[in-house]
Nanobody
Framework: QVQLVESGGGLVQAGGSLRLSCAASGRTFSSYAVGWFRQAPGKEREFVAAISRSSTYTYYADSVKGRFTISRDNAKNTGYLQMNRLKPEDTAVYYC????????????????WGQGTQVTVSS
C-alpha cells in the first residue's frame, strides 16, 4: 500500500509555471507507475500525464504535451509535474495517483490517490 500527498499548487498568471510534487510513503514506490489527473469545476476528472516505474516511459494528454513534464525520483519516493506556459484552462484540482503496474494510460483506474492540490491560472 502507498499513501500520496501532493503539494505545490497555487495561483499563477497565464504563461507562468508551477511544479507539483507527489510524496509517497512506503518503501516500494519504485514498483508503482505514477500518474497525474485533474478535475475542473463541473467537469469529469481527466488524465494529464503518467510515468513508468523506472522513468523509461512517459505519456501525456494532448492538451499538455510540450508544456508539462512528468518525472520521478525513486530514491526520494517523490513524483513531479513541471507545468510551464500555463493557461486559464489548466485551472483544476490536480491529483497524483499510483498503481502497481509498469505504466498507466488515460483509461487507467489507479488504486491509490492523493488528496489533490488546487492550481488556478488567471488570465
Amino acid at each position: 500500500q502507498v499513501q500520496l500527498v501532493e503539494s505545490g499548487g497555487g495561483l499563477v498568471q497565464a504563461g507562468g509555471s508551477l511544479r507539483l510534487s507527489c510524496a509517497a510513503s512506503g518503501r516500494t514506490f519504485s514498483s508503482y507507475a505514477v500518474g497525474w489527473f485533474r478535475q475542473a469545476p463541473g467537469k469529469e476528472r481527466e488524465f494529464v500525464a503518467a510515468i513508468s516505474r523506472s522513468s523509461t516511459y512517459t505519456y501525456y494528454a494532448d492538451s499538455v504535451k510540450g508544456r508539462f513534464t512528468i518525472s520521478r525520483d525513486n530514491a526520494k519516493n517523490t513524483g513531479y509535474l513541471q507545468m510551464n506556459r500555463l493557461k486559464p484552462e489548466d485551472t483544476a484540482v490536480y491529483y497524483c495517483a499510483a498503481d502497481q503496474v509498469q505504466m498507466m494510460g488515460p483509461s487507467a483506474r489507479p488504486d491509490y490517490w492523493g488528496q489533490g492540490t488546487q492550481v488556478t491560472v488567471s488570465s
